[in-house]
């Protein structure tokens, strides 16, 4: 590989694969010794006037992660190449700013662009919504600030993680760009903050096998189930037969799906602790396992509300007015009934995966609404009356 230097000022350089035999000792105009002509093979001459064009344009003089006012008709829009959202126009744009009908630079905020130096255009690499926007509103200068990037691919990279820390895009978005890229929670860049939710929820997509990610791409599952299945059941196997056995079943919810994937992990576990090689997902799910799942996400689910629900009426400035108008308010009494729901959630969550008095509770009543009855809120009451009487050394027994 050789360079190639222009004389001007800044003595840029362009790197040509130039065969050896008749190209002499090249030495910069500026610098000491002569300079002398060189053969240019048939092959670069495009590339070297698209520099040459580039050079007279002054578009290479760019200093690294500058920002700058340029034209918005020196910008190029090719969301194939550059855009990591699934769903686009041909702009790139999705539409999230057609109603806006008036230009505001101080909520444009920045449009992330990177010069190619193959062809010495300014590629759009973040922001493709609002340069649509700004041509259809006929703007002519854009705020932009150019990305360091060595290629293409390194500047999508970093478009793509600006749009996930802003929280931008969605899960299914940013779990296609997480599977492209190989990363996960382990080797995810430190500047994306876990607890985004596009981030946390294209995670956990990230880890369903091919087929069912898929089908998430496809409108087939619902990102919120899918979610709750890349989060709760690592087994790329069971994930899918644990689909198909779910898909018939109507009103399926994800709660519902987070506690079937952690009986069906904790069942597996078993299993392989008793040397049994093989675990049947179809016969585990024909016995109580749908219904034990069903108990616990209810029972969560009460427990939740009840916490949020009483600690509210504890904290609330009307109580006073409400007692006033003969609705008594015992504040005391709600945040002792807030704080124990959060002991017996919590108490309840770390119990469920062992075998203990709580499961033998929890697979009884689960026999019982197998068999039709409807016992939800029997077993509630049941578990947690157990567990607020139970002492810390019985469940350690």
């Not at 760009?177 to 903050?193: A, C, E, Q, T, V």
């Not at 090689?277 to 016995?287: E, R």
Request: net charge neutral; proline share 2%; glycine share 4%.
């Amino acid at each position: 590989m050789s360079q190639l230097h222009f004389f001007n000022p800044t003595q840029t350089t362009l790197d040509l694969d130039i065969p050896k035999r008749g190209n002499p000792n090249f030495k910069n105009k500026y610098l000491s010794g002569t300079t002398k002509p060189i053969r240019i093979p048939i092959a670069h001459i495009s590339k070297v006037q698209t520099y040459i064009k580039a050079l007279e344009n002054n578009q290479l003089f760019i200093t690294n992660q500058e920002v700058q006012k340029i034209n918005i008709r020196e910008l190029v829009l090719n969301p194939k190449r550059f855009q990591y959202k699934l769903i686009h126009g041909a702009s790139g744009s999705t539409g999230s700013l057609r109603e806006v009908k008036q230009w505001d630079d101080n909520l444009a905020g920045l449009i992330l662009v990177w010069l190619d130096p193959d062809d010495g255009k300014t590629y759009v690499i973040n922001g493709h919504n609002r340069v649509t926007l700004a041509l259809n509103l006929g703007i002519e200068l854009l705020w932009v600030k150019y990305i360091n990037a060595s290629n293409a691919i390194e500047a999508r990279a970093i478009g793509a993680l600006a749009n996930i820390a802003d929280d931008k895009g969605n899960a299914i978005d940013a779990g296609k760009f997480f599977r492209d890229m190989g990363y996960s929670s382990d080797n995810l860049p430190k500047n994306i903050d876990l607890t985004k939710t596009v981030c946390s929820q294209g995670l956990a997509l990230a880890r369903l096998c091919d087929e069912l990610f898929m089908q998430v791409v496809n409108g087939d599952i619902s990102t919120a189930i899918a979610v709750a299945i890349g989060e709760n059941l690592p087994d790329r196997d069971l994930q899918l037969d644990l689909w198909e056995l779910l898909k018939s079943r109507k009103n399926v919810k994800a709660d519902l799906v987070c506690e079937l994937c952690q009986v069906v992990t904790n069942a597996k576990k078993s299993h392989a602790d008793n040397s049994v090689t093989l675990f049947d997902l179809g016969s585990f799910m024909a016995s109580n396992a749908i219904y034990l799942a069903e108990l616990q996400a209810y029972i969560k689910q009460r427990l939740s509300r009840d916490r949020r629900l009483f600690r509210t009426v504890a904290k609330s400035r009307n109580a006073e007015s409400l007692s006033r108008a003969n609705n008594h308010i015992d504040r005391d009494k709600s945040a002792q009934i807030a704080d124990e729901s959060d002991y017996i959630l919590r108490l309840f969550d770390e119990l469920k995966a062992y075998k203990n008095s709580v499961t033998q509770l929890l697979n009884e009543f689960a026999d019982r609404l197998g068999n039709g009855e409807n016992c939800n809120d029997d077993c509630y009451i049941a578990v947690c009356e157990y567990l607020t009487s139970v002492t810390l050394r019985d469940l350690a027994a």
